[in-house]
């Protein structure tokens, strides 16, 4: 899964080494489909799984096509008016996304009989795939999951073999694979391709799964650095950043390092007072309120004006060696590593690592 801009990470800068190792790739928006497809050099599938659809717009059906965009249909009412729109155009490949148990989108299982007879009813719909998206996959009581997965598998047998047999069958993300890497081989094991998501960026989907032999062999990708724009030297008593949440304790002025990076760019506000960064190789905390376009970090005179601040990732120099994972932001911020590395902002250069 390469959506929200690969997570955050950058399509443009990492498409093609994903698609030299991925038979399909999938995004959420006709936008990203757009994108993808005009950085790509090969003809590799690439799904449209969510997002809104716009049937009705001719210019919306002609782009997909354009972009040669495989869309997820949700809903036999959505299969009617597509087949609608593409009748007598051409063959339109389609994936169908099946509901059982996430509740969102999904053709459910009382939707079948009506399903079936819509697909044999013209040639102009090919459906080269069908999916479910596990609801709990990343907890580890794998009760609901496997009573999905059983659905699945009984809503695949219902739809007639001449119309999916070569078609992709998939159900099995990130949490479903790290479960499987721990033995339990039923998780999305009836299934033809796998389809990991935030697993291919280092973070395993909760912090439980993370924290298992499965999770450790992850190593997360991206890395967030910024420079030290300013040292300056505050004395006993003043504070530093708005609201004046931090002072200066004691009878000694201490030295305070400001990082070119702030909320705007997705360094999340929760961190101040409470996060820390790299610099050098040791951690050095965040204090005061992290502001729109900067962060003040609490240092000492070894850090100079220049010198690289590492927000997340490793980093080893004369200090040390340390490194600051996203679970560790996710945590301190109540939420996950997904929402940690899509919440980087534009303003943020994104660099391909050799």
């Given at each position: 899964?390469?959506?929200?801009?690969?997570?955050?990470?950058?399509?443009?800068?990492?498409?093609?080494?994903?698609?030299?190792?991925?038979?399909?790739?999938?995004?959420?928006?006709?936008?990203?489909?757009?994108?993808?497809?005009?950085?790509?050099?090969?003809?590799?599938?690439?799904?449209?799984?969510?997002?809104?659809?716009?049937?009705?717009?001719?210019?919306?059906?002609?782009?997909?096509?354009?972009?040669?965009?495989?869309?997820?249909?949700?809903?036999?009412?959505?299969?009617?008016?597509?087949?609608?729109?593409?009748?007598?155009?051409?063959?339109?490949?389609?994936?169908?996304?099946?509901?059982?148990?996430?509740?969102?989108?999904?053709?459910?299982?009382?939707?079948?009989?009506?399903?079936?007879?819509?697909?044999?009813?013209?040639?102009?719909?090919?459906?080269?795939?069908?999916?479910?998206?596990?609801?709990?996959?990343?907890?580890?009581?794998?009760?609901?999951?496997?009573?999905?997965?059983?659905?699945?598998?009984?809503?695949?047998?219902?739809?007639?073999?001449?119309?999916?047999?070569?078609?992709?069958?998939?159900?099995?993300?990130?949490?479903?694979?790290?479960?499987?890497?721990?033995?339990?081989?039923?998780?999305?094991?009836?299934?033809?391709?796998?389809?990991?998501?935030?697993?291919?960026?280092?973070?395993?989907?909760?912090?439980?799964?993370?924290?298992?032999?499965?999770?450790?062999?992850?190593?997360?990708?991206?890395?967030?650095?910024?420079?030290?724009?300013?040292?300056?030297?505050?004395?006993?008593?003043?504070?530093?950043?708005?609201?004046?949440?931090?002072?200066?304790?004691?009878?000694?002025?201490?030295?305070?390092?400001?990082?070119?990076?702030?909320?705007?760019?997705?360094?999340?506000?929760?961190?101040?007072?409470?996060?820390?960064?790299?610099?050098?190789?040791?951690?050095?905390?965040?204090?005061?309120?992290?502001?729109?376009?900067?962060?003040?970090?609490?240092?000492?005179?070894?850090?100079?004006?220049?010198?690289?601040?590492?927000?997340?990732?490793?980093?080893?120099?004369?200090?040390?060696?340390?490194?600051?994972?996203?679970?560790?932001?996710?945590?301190?911020?109540?939420?996950?590593?997904?929402?940690?590395?899509?919440?980087?902002?534009?303003?943020?250069?994104?660099v391909l690592a050799q």
């Amino acid at each position: 899964m390469v959506k929200a801009n690969a997570y955050g990470h950058g399509l443009e800068e990492l498409i093609e080494t994903f698609a030299e190792h991925s038979d399909e790739l999938g995004v959420a928006t006709l936008e990203e489909g757009v994108r993808i497809r005009s950085y790509l050099t090969t003809g590799i599938p690439v799904y449209l799984v969510s997002g809104e659809k716009d049937w009705g717009n001719r210019e919306y059906l002609d782009a997909v096509r354009e972009a040669q965009l495989v869309p997820a249909v949700s809903s036999v009412d959505e299969l009617r008016l597509l087949l609608d729109r593409v009748g007598g155009t051409g063959t339109f490949p389609v994936e169908l996304k099946l509901d059982t148990g996430m509740g969102r989108l999904g053709i459910q299982e009382r939707e079948l009989e009506d399903l079936v007879p819509i697909l044999r009813s013209s040639d102009d719909l090919r459906v080269v795939g069908v999916m479910t998206h596990f609801a709990s996959s990343d907890e580890q009581d794998l009760d609901s999951t496997r009573g999905q997965e059983k659905r699945f598998r009984r809503m695949v047998s219902q739809l007639p073999d001449d119309l999916v047999r070569t078609a992709a069958i998939h159900s099995c993300n990130s949490g479903a694979l790290l479960h499987r890497g721990q033995g339990q081989g039923d998780i999305g094991g009836g299934t033809h391709v796998v389809r990991p998501g935030v697993m291919l960026y280092g973070a395993g989907p909760s912090r439980n799964l993370h924290d298992t032999p499965a999770g450790d062999l992850l190593t997360q990708v991206g890395q967030w650095t910024t420079r030290v724009i300013e040292v300056r030297t505050v004395a006993p008593g003043d504070a530093v950043g708005y609201g004046g949440t931090w002072k200066v304790e004691g009878d000694r002025p201490v030295q305070v390092a400001v990082l070119a990076v702030g909320y705007a760019d997705g360094f999340r506000r929760s961190l101040g007072n409470r996060g820390r960064v790299l610099i050098r190789g040791g951690a050095f905390p965040v204090i005061g309120r992290v502001s729109m376009d900067l962060v003040s970090v609490l240092t000492d005179d070894r850090i100079r004006v220049g010198d690289e601040a590492v927000l997340l990732g490793a980093q080893e120099g004369e200090l040390g060696r340390d490194a600051i994972p996203a679970w560790e932001w996710a945590e301190l911020d109540g939420t996950i590593p997904y929402e940690i590395w899509t919440s980087i902002g534009p303003r943020v250069v994104r660099v391909l690592a050799q």
